[in-house]
Structures are given as C-alpha cells and as structure tokens.
C-alpha cells in the first residue's frame, strides 16, 4: 500500500465517520483536506491583483462553512472533492454577481472556459455568464456538466472523475471536449445577443 493510498484511505474513513455524526472525524480530517482545497481556491484566483479582497484562504474558509452544515452521504475522497468543487463554483459565482450585476454578462468580453474560473473585477460578468450557460449544459447533459464542475473547478484529475462519475477516463476525456465546444458555443451566442 503507497502512501498516497493510505492517505487516500484515511480521508475516506473519517468521511464516512463524520458523515455517520462523529464530529471528532472532521477535526481529524480538515487538516487531511485543507491543502487541496486551498490549491483548488489558489488556482481559482491566481489572476486576481494583489489588493482584491477575495482570498484563497477565505474562499477555503467558505466552502468548509458550507461543507460542515451540509448533509451529505459521504461515499469517499473523490466525492468529498467533487462536492467541493461544486460549492467553490457557487462561491465564486456568488462573489460575482455581487461585483457585477449586469444580466448575462451583458458587453463584457467572453473568455474561453480554461480561464473562466480565473475571476477578477474584470471578469465577475464572465463568470456569471459561464454559470449560466453551465446550468443550460446541465439541463442538456447533467453528467457533462458534471465533468466540466469536476475538471476546471474541481481540479481533479481524468481519473478522479472518471470514478467519482463511475465512466472510463476516455469518456471523460471525450465528454469534456464536447461540453467545452458546447459552451464555447453558448458563450459566443450569448456575447453575440448582448
């Protein structure tokens, strides 16, 4: 057994204890999950300037808010990410809406899904749009939507989604291509009617 596994093993065991009420569980498990989650919020801001007030460790703070009043079943690690993945993109689309409330992202300059979760003042109506026309995908194709959730703002690998959604990484792979074409297409409509 690698070191990783066993980790990986841990993680899933005190998912499962916190998720059956042992509040112990969590205290042994955040500090388990805190770098990867502050690596996944990092990624999502690292083009934010200096002075923004949106920080990698506050957004880390808000998602386990959110993550210990949320009642879930915990199944594994991959899951508790996938999950995480989904609470950071309604933060950061949260941040968003309040740094931009025009309706669709009306007039701001569309951007390709790699640096949509890359959000700054400039780019707050970018995001909303993305989410958006993420919620038209997943009305279309929930697990496509899924994968783009798992992938850009999850950060997990091929693999890892691949098992959090029970379909070869091939399927992914292929799956998240045509999502991105899908809402590249989207994208582009929505800056060509605005």
Not at 153 to 159: A, I, K, R, V
Not at 170 to 179: D, I, L, N, P, Q
């Amino acid at each position: 057994m690698t070191e990783g596994s066993s980790e990986q093993q841990l993680v899933t065991r005190l998912l499962k204890q916190w998720g059956s009420g042992n509040k112990a569980a969590l205290d042994e498990l955040m500090p388990l999950v805190y770098e990867q989650l502050r690596k996944l919020a990092s990624i999502c801001l690292s083009s934010e300037r200096p002075d923004h007030t949106l920080r990698a460790t506050a957004l880390v703070h808000e998602a386990y808010l959110r993550l210990v009043n949320a009642d879930v079943a915990w199944e594994d690690r991959i899951h508790f990410f996938a999950v995480s993945a989904r609470l950071l993109r309604r933060i950061l689309v949260d941040h968003a809406r309040a740094h931009h409330r025009q309706k669709r992202g009306g007039g701001v300059e569309m951007i390709s899904l790699d640096e949509a979760v890359m959000i700054g003042p400039d780019k707050a109506g970018e995001i909303v749009a993305l989410d958006e026309a993420l919620q038209r995908l997943a009305a279309h194709d929930q697990r496509k939507s899924e994968i783009v959730e798992l992938l850009s703002f999850g950060g997990l690998t091929y693999d890892e989604a691949a098992a959090a959604l029970t379909i070869s990484p091939a399927t992914v792979h292929r799956e998240f291509r045509m999502a991105k074409a899908w809402l590249h297409r989207e994208l582009t409509q929505d800056s060509a009617s605005a």
